[in-house]
Structures are given as C-alpha cells and as structure tokens.
C-alpha cells in the first residue's frame, strides 16, 4: 500500500544546530510532494511542492529536497521561531472516484528549537 | 483577509447531538477538502468536492454529510455525534486537484474546528 513515513517524529535541536527532516514515501508515480508546517492551535501552512528528483527549494532557512524514494528538509541555523510540526503529503489514487487522488499526509516531525 | 475560515473555532456537545462546521474560502478556488486531524495529530481527508461535486469520500461514516451550497462554501454536518468524533476538523481549498501536478493543486488551510463530544 502506498504510504508516507516521516522521520525523526520529534527532533529537539539548539538554536543555530542544522539538522534534515526525513520524508519517505512508497507511493507509484509520484506527482509531487508537498511540505507543510503546523503550529500548535493553527492549520497546516504550505512551504513546499517538488515535483521531479534533484529538485530543490528554499524558503529562509529551510530548504527542501527530492529525491526517487525520499525527500528531505534541510533546516539551517535554525531559530526558536522554526519551532513546529513539519508534515509531507503526496497525492495517492482515492478509494472512490475514477482517476481521483487524495493527499496523503505523514504523521509528521515535530521539530522544537531551543534557545 | 482570511483566506480559509471555519466556524465555529471551538464545539463542545453531547454524545447524539447533531451538529454542523461551516467553511468559507475567498480564494476563488474549485476544490474544498474536509480533513479529520486525531489526537495523535494524523491528518486525514474526509471528503473533497471539485466545482460543488462530491469527488472523494473516504470511507467516512454516513453520519457525516457535507453540503457545498457554492463553490466558496462547504459545509460538514454530523448526525449523531459519538465520542470517537472529537477530533480537529480542517477544511482546505485549492484551484486544483491533487495530482494535476501544478502549483494550482496546492492546498490551503483554514484554522481548524476542535470538536469535543462528552
């Protein structure tokens, strides 16, 4: 069954310590993958899509990579205020719904920065 | 300004109650979602509806219904409220599908509904 797993589930780092979140996933014919952060109380917030491995992107102080089987999130010199849980999707085939897809989340990292 | 909205922010009801979230987007989007976010933060879609059709439907229990009067609104009404239900509910919108493989199927989030049934 297609899935996506993410690693570490929680990461403590200190602040200015760079470290990478971990998003695999298994799903046939990738048609992009997605990074999210949630703050405690708040929806998701869109980062990141990538779309083809060697892509890369960067936001500030994050920058997301994709590879065949994995993506990573690379967070540099990280600050108190990149405290959050940082969810991947992919969109995966829906159970209902000819040729529909659904996004299909990872259980996330939750990524605590320490002053 | 807000682009993805709920109501209400907090629901708190009895086991058997009926109750409905409503979720309005100014986005100009086609597409509205409606996730179910457990307590152990696992973020699952519900339902989605493309152009007020229902498109997805992931094996969700019959007691909830969603409604989409408009492409800006959708709408979740949940019959017969159990226990296992309390949950956060978030709607989302997009321009497009997921798996249309363009930035136009990006996802935006409103705030989220936290529903406790006692």
């Known amino acids: 069954e297609d899935q996506v797993t993410q690693s570490p589930e929680a990461l403590r780092l200190q602040e200015g310590e760079s470290s990478s979140l971990n998003c695999s996933y298994t799903?046939?014919?990738?048609?992009?993958l997605f990074w999210y952060r949630q703050d405690p109380g708040k929806g998701p917030e869109f980062l990141f899509t990538?779309?083809?491995a060697g892509e890369e992107k960067e936001k500030e102080r994050l920058k997301a990579t994709l590879t065949k089987k994995e993506s990573f999130l690379h967070i540099t010199a990280p600050k108190p205020e990149d405290s959050a849980t940082y969810l991947c999707a992919v969109p995966q085939r829906g159970n209902s719904g000819a040729g529909s897809y659904q996004l299909t989340f990872g259980k996330g990292t939750k990524l605590s920065v320490i002053p | 300004d807000t682009a993805v909205s709920q109501t209400p922010k907090y629901l708190v009801t009895q086991m058997g109650n009926d109750k409905s979230i409503k979720c309005e987007q100014n986005?100009?989007?086609?597409?509205m979602y409606w996730y179910k976010q457990d307590s152990k933060k696992f973020l699952k879609i519900m339902f989605s509806?493309?152009?007020?059709?229902?498109?997805i439907n992931e094996t969700v229990p019959n007691r909830f219904s969603p409604k989409s009067p408009d492409k800006a609104h959708l709408n979740l009404h949940i019959n017969s409220l159990e226990l296992g239900d309390s949950a956060v509910y978030f709607c989302?919108?997009?321009?497009?599908?997921?798996?249309?493989?363009?930035?136009?199927?990006?996802?935006?989030f409103g705030p989220g509904t936290r529903l406790l049934v006692l």
């Open positions: 799903v046939s014919g990738l048609r992009g």
């Open positions: 986005l100009g989007h086609d597409t």
């Open positions: 509806y493309n152009n007020k059709e229902l498109i």
């Open positions: 990538l779309y083809s």
């Open positions: 989302a919108s997009s321009q497009a599908l997921p798996g249309d493989a363009n930035s136009q199927e990006t996802q935006y």
